[in-house]
């Protein structure tokens, strides 16, 4: 069964692939959500994935773990939930750890600044009120270059907003798609 038009939706690294297929399959995305939205690093986001392709590589996951796990979850998070910061800390390691290197060096390659104006669907962008790793300043350059777009802002999270508050980041986004035309 063919799928003529879809709401996409990325997360982190996700959120670039999503916007690169807005902007290359504009007919067939009717909606586009980037939660934690990327477009491109600066320098120091690029040295720190550098650096933590590295330590993979030398180490495995479990020489990044912890950092990883402090830059994605708020300090609230972590500390009032430790069920869920355990949580998505075994999933981050049970990655396979040569494909994870790989995601570090796409992510600190990658750039769609270009993709940008030609996405032309309604557009949301939410992030973290405390999200270190794709920070406000950054969804709003996103937000700048595709027209029409919004930014929604989920308190007391960071990065995986969607696991820290789930409930805020789902009535966003059911709250923008309920506002336009499916």
């Known amino acids: 069964m063919a799928i003529a038009e879809a709401v996409v939706v990325g997360h982190s690294l996700g959120s670039m692939v999503a916007q690169r297929f807005a902007a290359k399959y504009a007919s067939r995305t009717r909606a586009l959500i980037l939660a934690g939205g990327e477009a491109v690093l600066g320098a120091e986001g690029k040295r720190i994935l550098s650096d933590r392709a590295l330590a993979i590589e030398k180490q495995g996951l479990i020489a990044v773990a912890d950092d990883w796990l402090n830059g994605v979850l708020s300090a609230g998070t972590r500390e009032t939930n430790p069920a869920l910061a355990g949580m998505v800390r075994e999933m981050f390691l049970a990655n396979d750890a040569n494909t994870y290197v790989q995601h570090c060096l796409t992510l600190r390659d990658g750039d769609v600044r270009g993709d ?62 309920a506002n336009i035309e499916l």
Do not use: Y
Not at 146 to 158: D, E, V
């Open 116 to 177: 940008l104006s030609r996405i032309v669907c309604p557009t949301l962008l939410t992030v973290g009120d405390q999200d270190m790793v794709t920070p406000i300043a950054w969804q709003r350059q996103i937000a700048t270059g595709i027209a029409g777009s919004r930014i929604r802002i989920i308190p007391n999270t960071a990065h995986m907003t969607m696991l820290e508050n789930p409930c805020v980041f789902n009535a966003a986004v059911h709250d923008f798609l």
